[in-house]
């Protein structure tokens, strides 16, 4: 039997009270208690908080899920909310290409298309994955994400600026790609 699962019927609380107390649905408990889907990070901590330790994390995500059902440790879909858009690879490559060559202003070569493409393409999946980790949205998440791609890409390229220099270009990026954004919709 899932920990949770126990735990409310010792407790004798309800699915649908436990439910609103850590902020989700009763079908979302319902597949998180039978294993057919992992609880996200953030929601997690409410179920350890909200149990008082009795659940811990260990217990949410062990491995010992049913034959066919997915593994509390196991990433089912690392896409971005439905109802959120996908960012477009080329125009934040675009928007990758200025700040990286501002930020390696000395440097004579610029960085190759192959390897923008890969940044562009990191910073895609970063974004995605970050929808379930963290409460920023649009232009500051699409900045949390640059952040350590420009820095990875710095460093194979000569050298990384300072931090709150990283931190203005993820920002100057996530502007650029929001601006470009906005004029193609005119």
Not at 45 to 55: F, K, L, S
Not at 66 to 74: C, D, N, R, V, Y
Request: hydrophobic share 45%.
């Amino acid at each position: 039997m899932h920990p949770l699962k126990q735990y409310l019927r010792e407790v004798e609380e309800g699915f649908q009270d436990f439910a609103a107390r850590v902020g989700v649905s009763r079908q979302t408990l319902y597949r998180i208690v039978s294993r057919v889907q992992a609880p996200r990070p953030m929601l997690a901590r409410r179920i350890v908080e909200a149990t008082g330790g009795a659940v811990t994390l260990d217990m949410l995500y062990s491995d010992d899920a049913p034959e066919g059902a997915a593994g509390g440790a196991e990433v089912v879909n690392i896409n971005a909310a439905a109802n959120e858009p996908q960012l477009d690879q080329d125009r934040l490559r675009l928007a990758l290409a200025v700040v990286i060559n501002h930020l390696r202003a000395e440097e004579n070569t610029p960085v190759s298309p192959d390897m923008l493409a890969v940044a562009s393409e990191a910073a895609v999946n970063t974004y995605a994955a970050l929808s379930r980790l963290t409460t920023r949205q649009g232009p500051a998440r699409l900045a949390q994400a640059l952040r350590p791609v420009l820095e990875e890409i710095l460093k194979e390229t000569g050298g990384v600026p300072a931090p709150s220099a990283l931190d203005r270009g993820a920002e100057l990026a996530a502007e650029l790609y929001v601006q470009r954004r906005s004029l193609l919709r005119r």
